[in-house]
T-cell receptor, first 113, second 112 residues
Framework: NAGVTQTPKFQVLKTGQSMTLQCAQDMNHEYMSWYRQDPGMGLRLIHYSVGAGITDQGEVPNGYNVSRSTTEDFPLRLLSAAPSQTSVYFC????????????FGSGTQLSVL | GQQLNQSPQSMFIQEGEDVSMNCTSSSIFNTWLWYKQDPGEGPVLLIALYKAGELTSNGRLTAQFGITRKDSFLNISASIPSDVGIYFCAGQLDFGNEKLTFGTGTRLTIIP
């Protein structure tokens, strides 16, 4: 069982560049979400989805876009990277629509110069 | 945005010692969860609590849902080296609310 798979593991971007962080899960979970983790801040919710075709904003959505065309995939797009987006990004999924019992990927460490 | 306050921020203990940490909020939560994060990995769910006053165990770990609904506690008995990591609490306002609020974490280090 792969669980939640995130790629890439590490990424360095220049300010203004765009990129997509990939997330895929093989557990047939309806709920998927993206968090960012910054020192001393815990995990903050960026966007989430309760099923294919449905997305909603979390606590810190600015600068990020998401889409959910399939149950398995939930990519996170940075349209114009900024240094403030330097962080570790985690994708998570849950079999519970409430999203409380999360299964996390291993993270993407992103640096924006 | 709302955050949960965890204390202590870090702990340095010897193997075999018991550990206690807590999480407090200014808001009432109806679900409390505890996650552990190993270095370079994503958090893993340890315990979920759904009822005020509830006490739930998972091996050497015991967590409690505070009766005020504004706090939760995690205890680890007889710590071992693999307990090292960052422990996060998380709260959910309403079941099905779909948004978890995470605490700032307690980093546990075991001194040889």
């Amino acid at each position: 069982n792969a669980g939640v798979t995130q790629t890439p593991k590490f990424q360095v971007l220049k300010t203004g560049q765009s990129m997509t962080l990939q997330c895929a899960q093989d557990m047939n979970h309806e709920y998927m979400s993206w968090y960012r983790q910054d020192p001393g801040m815990g995990l903050r919710l960026i966007h989430y989805s309760v099923g294919a075709g449905i997305t909603d904003q979390g606590e810190v959505p600015n600068g990020y876009n998401v889409s959910r065309s399939t149950t398995e995939d939930f990519p996170l797009r940075l349209l114009s990277a900024a240094p403030s987006q330097t962080s570790v990004y985690f994708c998570a999924s849950s079999y519970s629509r409430g999203g409380e019992k999360l299964f996390f990927g291993s993270g993407t460490q992103l640096s924006v110069l | 945005g709302q955050q949960l306050n965890q204390s202590p921020q870090s702990m340095f203990i010897q193997e075999g010692e018991d550990v206690s940490m807590n999480c407090t909020s200014s808001s009432i939560f109806n679900t409390w969860l505890w996650y552990k994060q190993d270095p370079g990995e994503g958090p893993v769910l340890l315990i979920a609590l759904y009822k005020a006053g509830e006490l739930t165990s998972n091996g050497r770990l015991t967590a409690q849902f505070g009766i005020t609904r504004k706090d939760s506690f995690l205890n680890i008995s007889a710590s071992i080296p693999s307990d090292v990591g960052i422990y996060f609490c998380a709260g959910q306002l309403d079941f099905g609310n779909e948004k978890l609020t995470f605490g700032t974490g307690t980093r546990l280090t075991i001194i040889p």
